[in-house]
């Protein structure tokens, strides 16, 4: 798995490419505790080349949207493929943060 971190002022964007399993779980626990979270407002995970996203790699999701959530941040998670939008709206996650499909 790829990951590409871009910090614009108080914005992040994760661009992750490839599968999400354990390992890329991971990978992506070591990117987000490099970020100055206290300095962070919003960020967007873009999963367009995301081939799949296991239970690991929600789970490393929805710890980032809690401390964000828990200092007044926001979190999303943008153009996931078909299945994976049908997923994260089957387990609500879209009733925490933004979700959106891949056009």
């Given amino acids: 798995m790829n990951i590409k971190t871009t910090q614009n002022g108080d914005q992040v964007h994760i661009v992750l490419q490839g599968i999400v399993d354990e390992q890329g779980a991971e990978e992506l626990k070591k990117q987000v505790v490099q970020l100055n979270l206290d300095s962070v407002r919003e960020v967007i995970i873009d999963c367009r080349e995301v081939r799949h996203i296991g239970s690991s790699g929600i789970g490393k999701m929805l710890l980032l949207y809690k401390k964000l959530a828990s200092k007044g941040g926001t979190f999303s998670v943008v153009n996931l493929s ?4 049908e997923l994260f ?3 609500k996650l879209n009733t925490l943060f933004s979700i959106t499909q891949a056009a």
């Fill in 82 to 85: 078909a299945p994976m939008f």
């Fill in 89 to 91: 709206s089957e387990l």
